[in-house]
C-alpha cells in the first residue's frame, strides 16, 4: 500500500501535476540554475504533516503581538543558490559593503548551521551569519517566541520575489519553516503579502500564488495546521502596500480586485483581510496617496495597519504620535467596524545600507522607546499590535537575539548596549501583556525580575 501511494505521487509529479500526499516539502531540494518555477512548486509546497502543539489561542488577533518576520536572507552553501541575498549591498558581503546595522547573535546555533562570513569579531574569528531556509535555525527562533510569550508572526511574502523560481524556492522554504516552527512551539502565524516593487498588473502575481499556497499546501485551509491565526472565524491574509505616494506602478484598482479576491473569491476567498497602508491614510496626506478611493478599499478589508517606522524619534514623541494619529485613526477604525493593528518599532537605522544616515538615526534607548509605545497604545485603547520586526537587522528595528560584539572593521555595527541579547524578545513578551491588560501601563520599563517565567511546550 505505501509503495502504491509513493508511486502514485511520484507519477504526478512527472506529469506535472501537484502530489497527493501529505509529507512535508523537500528540504534535500537544492537550487540550482535551470530550475523551473513548475519543479520549485511541486518540490517545496505540500499539506502540513509535523507535530502541532497547543500554545496561544489562533482564533483571534485581539491581545496579541504578532511581529514580521522578513527571512529574506541566503547564505552559500544553504541551497538557495542565491549568494549572500540581502545580507550585502551592491553584491558584496564584506567589510565596507553591507546592508545590515545589527549583527545577529548565532551562538545557540550548532556549528553546522552557521555561516562563516569575511568580517571578523573581535577575537580575531570570523563573524558568522544564519540562514532561514534552514529548518533548525527558524525552529530556534519559534522557541525564542514561546520562551518571551510573543505570540506569533505575520510571515512575509514578497511579490516580486515569488515571480521567478529562485525567489519562490527561497520564500517557500522560508514558509514551510515558519509554518513547522509555529505549530511546533504553539505560536500564531499567517501569510503577509508585500506588494513592493511589483509593476502595473503586478498584483495578478498575488492571486496566482495564494491559488498555489491553497491548491498545493492547503494554507489556511488545512486542519492539521493547528496554528494559523483567524480572527472573526476567517483566516488572516495580509497585504502590505496599499495607498502609499511614493511611485508605486500597481494601482488602488488591483488593489481593490486583490482584496475583492481574498475576501470573496467562491474557492480561494474567505480570508480576514488585513491592509497594511501608509502612516496618514486617514488624512490622505503626507506618505498617503490623496485619493478617497483608498478609504473605499479600507472599507471592504477587515484590519488596518498603517506603518510607523521612522516616523518619530523619541519616547516623548509617542505621546504626541498617540494624539495625532493613533486616537483618532481608533476611533475612524470603530465607526467603520474594523479592527486596527498599529505598528511599534524598537528603533531605527540603515547607515550600512545607507551610508549618508547616521548609524543608530532613532536610538532605543535601552527599550525605552518601544515601551512608551506600548504604553500610550495601551492607554488609547489599542486591542493589538504589530511589532516591527522579529529579524529585520538591516533596518535594525529587529527585536531578536543580536551581539554586544559586533565584527570591527570598516563597517560599523549597532548593539544592544550591552544588555541581555534577549532584552527585546523579553520586553515584546511584557508589551503583550501589557495590552491585555495583565499589567498596568506605568511609565519607565518594567523591572524584568517581575516579568512572569514562559516556558516551552512540554511536548518540545
Keep these: 500500500m505505501r509503495f502504491s501511494a509513493i508511486c502514485l505521487s511520484c507519477l504526478l509529479l512527472f506529469m506535472g501535476g501537484a502530489p497527493l500526499s501529505a509529507a512535508d516539502p523537500d528540504d534535500a531540494f537544492r537550487m540550482t540554475p535551470g530550475v523551473s518555477r513548475g519543479e520549485v512548486l511541486r518540490r517545496t509546497l505540500a499539506p502540513f504533516a509535523g507535530p502541532s502543539n497547543h500554545g496561544v489561542d489562533p482564533t483571534t488577533l485581539t491581545g496579541k503581538v504578532m511581529c514580521g518576520y522578513q527571512g529574506w536572507f541566503t547564505c552559500p552553501g544553504d541551497g538557495a543558490g542565491r549568494g549572500w ?59 525564542w517566541m514561546a520562551d518571551h510569550g510573543i505570540d506569533g508572526v505575520f510571515v512575509q511574502r514578497f511579490g516580486v520575489e515569488v515571480r521567478g523560481a529562485a525567489g519562490l524556492h527561497h520564500f517557500n522554504r522560508v514558509l514551510s519553516n515558519c509554518r513547522a516552527g509555529a505549530n511546533r512551539h504553539g505560536r500564531a502565524w499567517a501569510v503577509m503579502y508585500d506588494l513592493s516593487g511589483l509593476p502595473e498588473g503586478g498584483t495578478q502575481t498575488v492571486i ?37 505616494n511614493d511611485n508605486r506602478r500597481y494601482t488602488l484598482e488591483e488593489c481593490a480586485r486583490l482584496i475583492d479576491f481574498l475576501a470573496n ?28 478611493r483608498l478609504h473605499d478599499i479600507l472599507r471592504s478589508a477587515d484590519i488596518v495597519s498603517p506603518w510607523m517606522v521612522g516616523r518619530f524619534r523619541t519616547p516623548e514623541e509617542a505621546e504626541r504620535i498617540a494624539a495625532e494619529v493613533w486616537r483618532p485613526d481608533l476611533q475612524w477604525c470603530r465607526e467603520q467596524r474594523l479592527d486596527y493593528l498599529p505598528v511599534v518599532f524598537p528603533g531605527f537605522s540603515w547607515h550600512n545600507m545607507r551610508p549618508d544616515t547616521p548609524l543608530g538615526a532613532t536610538p ?19 486591542t493589538m499590535v504589530y511589532q516591527a520586526m522579529f529579524d529585520e537587522v ?20 549597532l548593539d544592544y548596549e550591552g544588555l541581555p541579547s534577549d532584552h527585546y524578545l523579553w520586553l ?28 516551552p511546550n512540554s511536548n518540545d
Design 85 to 143: 541575498h540581502h545580507w550585502g549591498r551592491g553584491g558584496r558581503f564584506e567589510p565596507g559593503a553591507c546592508s545590515i546595522d545589527l549583527w545577529p547573535d548565532v551562538s545557540e546555533l550548532p556549528s553546522d548551521l552557521r555561516y562563516d562570513t569575511p568580517f571578523k569579531l573581535p577575537s580575531g574569528e570570523p563573524a558568522q551569519v544564519y540562514s532561514p531556509l534552514d529548518a533548525a535555525t527558524v525552529d530556534l527562533h519559534f522557541q
Design 208 to 244: 496566482d500564488d495564494w491559488k498555489q499556497l491553497v491548491d498545493r499546501a492547503r494554507i489556511a485551509h488545512d486542519p492539521a495546521d493547528q496554528a494559523y491565526l483567524r480572527h472573526n472565524g476567517k483566516p488572516v491574509v495580509a497585504v502590505w502596500g496599499v495607498g502609499f
Design 265 to 292: 473569491d467562491p474557492e480561494y476567498g474567505g480570508a480576514c483581510v488585513m491592509l497594511g497602508v501608509p502612516t496618514y491614510w486617514r488624512t490622505l496626506s503626507r506618505d498617503c496617496l490623496p485619493d478617497e
Design 364 to 382: 532605543r534607548l535601552g527599550g525605552r522607546f518601544l515601551w512608551e509605545q506600548f504604553r500610550q497604545l495601551r492607554l488609547a485603547g489599542a
Design 394 to 413: 538591516d533596518e535594525a528595528t529587529a527585536i531578536f537575539k543580536c551581539t554586544n560584539q559586533p565584527p570591527e572593521g570598516e563597517s560599523r555595527f
Design 428 to 455: 515584546v513578551g511584557q508589551g503583550g501583556r501589557l495590552i491585555r491588560g495583565e499589567i498596568p501601563p506605568t511609565p519607565g520599563l518594567p523591572p524584568r525580575e517581575a516579568a512572569q517565567p514562559h516556558s
